[in-house]
């Protein structure tokens, strides 16, 4: 029974196309029927295109394929004979006034092949490692692929030179010369099928190739093939697949170089992506201009400034966009840079060109060279500090200037005070200057009366008139609350002469601060103390501001509303006081303050008790009088303790005489200062004295003087009243000297009206004395207060206060202050008597 071999056959004349009975025919369907006939198999032939063949042939639904090139990728799916049924080469053929002349002429060209041919997989590498821009397009047949050129929807067919040969001219095609991938055709089979039906064509193939006379070549002839293709020279047909190679390797060289460039390409148009993004992104205005100041580049943000893109920028210069003042200041740097060489940093302040916006920038420039070092451009980054500037500005405003009155504050005035005192002293002969201080008399008052709000009106009017009235050169600060401080710079040369020009300004300041101010529509009038020094030699400026301080408070000690020039012995006043403060300090830890004791008299008892004086029995300066310390003490608050002190002890001694029938009737009474009585502990240190003491609080009498009562009345008034009802007693010291009205007194709880010494000193000589000393003693008389006279020093002017009506006295005439011993003893001795 004879073999059914089914054959592939698809339409790729004059190789192979079935014949009009279907039977395979061209020159490999001749060959493989002889075979066929000389092995007695029956050939079946099933007609496909080449892609559906292939695919029939995978599925082993045909046996055998003719006309297959070998490629190592073919050869993992098909088996093949040895010996090649065939040579070929493939050729292009083109449109008419189409030209292929190389493989690059393949660009913007559309190829058409046929589909899943070895001409789509060769030209589609090529296309591809040559980087050209061809449309490949596939066709089902070789036929279909000339048609689709000659229509016009295609400009080359890729095709094998049998087919295209035959055929080209019938579809007015051109040949091109090009010559391409030379390939060994065969049957095939299924890989691991039919291996017998290519052994069988393998040995026919090697017997009729080697015979020129054989079937093979005749077939050959009949199809018109000019020379025998297997007798091409094996050397040429190698020389061909060489130069295909070598085709092929140049293609992958210049593919390699184009890949190249692309990724440099890529990597520079990275890097200035990278770089467009950074500079545009920068809080600065970068740009490049060059040496025609015309600019080259702008970043988007400079863009923004200019109002513009940045390539509408480029070739333009700045008055496009800024003023003419702006542009000539920027023009003179740009120039610098250009010029010089020099890298510069400047601070420029640009107006746009309308003038609307104005900005400050810190500029940074520097010259851009060329390889020969020759400067082509300028590249500038200008920060914007507009802002930053601004608050410099505002930190200098509050760092230097009172929030309140614009005017300069302490920090500035000391800065220029020691500007102009370092001036000073480096030249001599320059004008000389002052400084005045200003304090508002009473403005407390103000404050508590109108409130705070109206106080800084006031505060600001002040400024302002004093502001009209100084020369320039002149710098007015306030250092807080209602003080201010006026430098005067360039008085005179002469000491005199500037000293006559402050005075003057210091008196009209006077003057101008006594003139109404309108505070909330109506006229309030005060005054001010004004301190003045001149510059002296070797002083600073602290010291100049401490003295002027001190200037003023002597015109504040000398009335007020007035000036006071800075002199020495204010100084040196302050120096004792400030070294007596700190030797009261020692004092007290050292317990070198003691109490005397000055006995005070009635007419028919004798002594009656004593007032109690405070002494410093100083290790060096000896006693110390207490009119020296108290004061200071007053003023530093140690009277506090000191006062404590002498309440305590006062107490104590009552409590010790208490136990004496001699003594047990003596009173003491004790100097109370005026930060005692009006501390909050008054009452309980008084009442703890007592207590602890065990004193009889009706021996204890208090004295005040009138002007600690007139403060803080009430409290005052109720303190006293605490007091009286524990018993205490209360006695109005330096009476006559103060202001007490009768209805003021009338209100108080004394018992006891001290008369001044001054009014007994001169009461035998002075009408006016003697007349106040009678009104007191009627004074008491009606309020039912004892009256005690003080600074008694002789027998005619007790004499006449006795004749006057007065019963107490103390003075030197019955004694003298005395430590506690010699007044004991002395009493005793006076009692005797
Ligand atoms: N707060 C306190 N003040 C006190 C205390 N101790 C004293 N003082 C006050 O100090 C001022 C000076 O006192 P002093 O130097 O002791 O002078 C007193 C007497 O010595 C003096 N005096 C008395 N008799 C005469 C006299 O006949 N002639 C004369 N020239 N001076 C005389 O008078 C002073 C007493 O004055 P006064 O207190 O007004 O009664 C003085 O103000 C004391 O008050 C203390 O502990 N605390």
Redesign the pocket.
């Known amino acids: 029974e004879s073999r059914v071999v089914v054959v592939g056959v698809y339409p790729n004349a004059p190789k192979v196309f079935a014949a009009e009975d279907g039977s395979p025919t061209g020159i490999l369907g001749e060959l493989l029927l002889t075979i066929a006939e000389q092995e007695q198999w029956r050939v079946k032939a099933v007609q496909c295109d080449w892609a559906y063949c292939m695919q029939l042939l995978q599925a082993g639904e045909i046996d055998l394929l003719p006309d297959v090139a070998y490629t190592p990728q073919r050869s993992l799916q098909m088996d093949f004979h040895q010996t090649p049924s065939l040579t070929s080469w493939s050729q292009f053929y083109t449109a008419p006034g189409v030209q292929v002349q190389a493989m690059t002429d393949l660009a913007d060209k559309r190829v058409v092949i046929m589909h899943d041919s070895v001409q789509q997989h060769y030209l589609q590498r090529v296309i591809n490692q040559a980087g050209l821009n061809t449309e490949l397009l596939a066709a089902k047949s070789l036929a279909e692929a000339f048609a689709m050129v000659a229509a016009g929807s295609a400009d080359v067919v890729a095709a094998n030179h049998y087919f295209g040969a035959a055929h080209f001219s019938q579809f007015h095609l051109r040949q091109s010369p090009l010559m391409f991938e030379p390939v060994q055709l065969f049957y095939a089979t299924k890989a691991g099928r039919n291996r017998d039906l290519l052994d069988s064509i393998e040995s026919y193939l090697g017997r009729w190739q080697s015979n020129v006379d054989s079937p093979y070549y005749q077939i050959l002839q009949r199809w018109g093939s000019a020379a025998p293709e297997t007798l091409i020279p094996k050397n040429v047909w190698w020389m061909l697949a060489m130069l295909s190679a070598l085709l092929m390797l140049a293609l992958s060289g210049a593919w390699w170089l184009k890949r190249q460039v692309a990724e440099k390409t890529r990597h520079l148009k990275a890097s200035e992506n990278r770089l467009n993004t950074i500079l545009n992104s920068v809080d600065a205005h970068i740009y490049i201009k060059n040496s025609r100041l015309r600019y080259e580049y702008i970043n988007r943000k400079a863009a923004d400034l200019f109002g513009c893109e940045p390539e509408q920028a480029v070739g333009r210069r700045d008055d496009a966009f800024f003023d003419a003042a702006t542009c000539a200041n920027l023009q003179q740097n740009d120039l610098k840079v250009l010029q010089q060489g020099v890298r510069l940093v400047e601070e420029e302040n640009n107006r746009s060109l309308d003038g609307s916006q104005k900005h400050t920038y810190l500029s940074v420039k520097l010259p851009l060279r060329d390889e020969a070092g020759n400067i082509y451009a300028l590249c500038g980054i200008s920060t914007d500090i507009t802002e930053h500037k601004q608050q410099q500005q505002e930190i200098h405003q509050l760092a230097f200037y009172d929030a309140l009155t614009g005017l300069a504050n302490r920090r500035m005035l000391l800065d220029r005070l020691q500007h102009a005192v370092a001036l000073r002293e480096r030249q001599t002969d320059l004008a000389q200057g002052a400084l005045l201080f200003i304090d508002l008399d009473h403005f407390k008052d103000l404050n508590d009366t109108l409130g705070h709000a109206m106080g800084d009106q006031l505060l600001k009017q002040v400024a302002q008139r004093l502001q009209n009235h100084l020369r320039k050169v002149d710098t007015l600060a306030r250092l807080g609350g209602d003080e201010f401080v006026v430098l005067l710079t360039d008085l005179h040369p002469d000491q005199d002469v500037a000293s006559q020009k402050a005075g003057l300004i210091a008196t009209k300041v006077v003057q101008l601060l006594a003139e109404p101010f309108m505070l909330q529509d109506r006229n309030y009038t005060l005054s001010a103390s004004v301190g003045v020094v001149l510059f002296a030699d070797g002083c600073n400026s602290y010291e100049l501001l401490q003295r002027a301080d001190l200037a003023m408070y002597d015109a504040k000690g000398h009335g007020r509303n007035g000036m006071r020039f800075f002199n020495q012995q204010m100084q040196a006043d302050i120096s004792a006081r400030a070294e007596l403060a700190a030797g009261l300090r020692q004092a007290i830890l050292n317990n070198e303050l003691l109490?005397?004791f000055?006995p005070q008299l009635e007419r028919e008892k004798g002594i009656v008790g004593a007032?109690?004086?405070?002494?410093w029995q100083h290790p060096e300066q000896g006693m110390i009088?207490?009119?020296r310390f108290?004061p200071v003490a007053e003023s530093t608050g140690q009277?506090l303790q000191?006062?404590h002190w002498?309440l305590e002890q006062s107490c104590l001694q009552l409590a010790e005489w208490a136990r004496f029938p001699d003594t047990t009737h003596w009173y003491l009474?004790?100097?109370?200062?005026a930060r005692?009585l009006h501390s909050t502990n008054f009452v309980a240190d008084v009442t703890r004295a007592l207590q602890q003491s065990g004193a009889a609080p009706d021996k204890l009498v208090l004295?005040l003087?009138e002007s600690q009562l007139l403060q803080d009345v009430d409290t005052v008034i109720a303190k006293m009243q605490q007091l009286t009802n524990l018993g205490v007693r209360f006695s109005l010291?330096?009476f006559g000297t103060g202001y007490s009205s009768l209805s003021y007194l009338k209100l108080l709880p004394l018992q006891q009206l001290?008369i001044?010494?001054s009014f007994v000193?001169d009461l035998l000589t002075d009408p006016n004395d003697k007349a106040i000393v009678k009104t007191i003693m009627a004074l008491g008389q009606s309020l039912e207060l004892a009256v005690i006279a003080?600074?008694?020093?002789s027998e005619a002017q007790y004499r006449k206060l006795l004749q006057l009506g007065c019963k107490q006295f103390?003075?030197?005439?019955f004694g003298?202050?005395q430590p506690l011993e010699s007044f004991v003893l002395s009493a005793k001795v006076q009692s005797s008597i």
């Open positions: 109490l005397h000055q007032e109690v004086l405070l002494r009088s207490p009119a108290i009277i000191i006062g002498v009474a004790v100097n109370i200062s005692q004295e003087t010291d330096d001290k001044d010494h000193r003080e600074g008694v020093e103390q003075g030197y005439f003298k202050p």
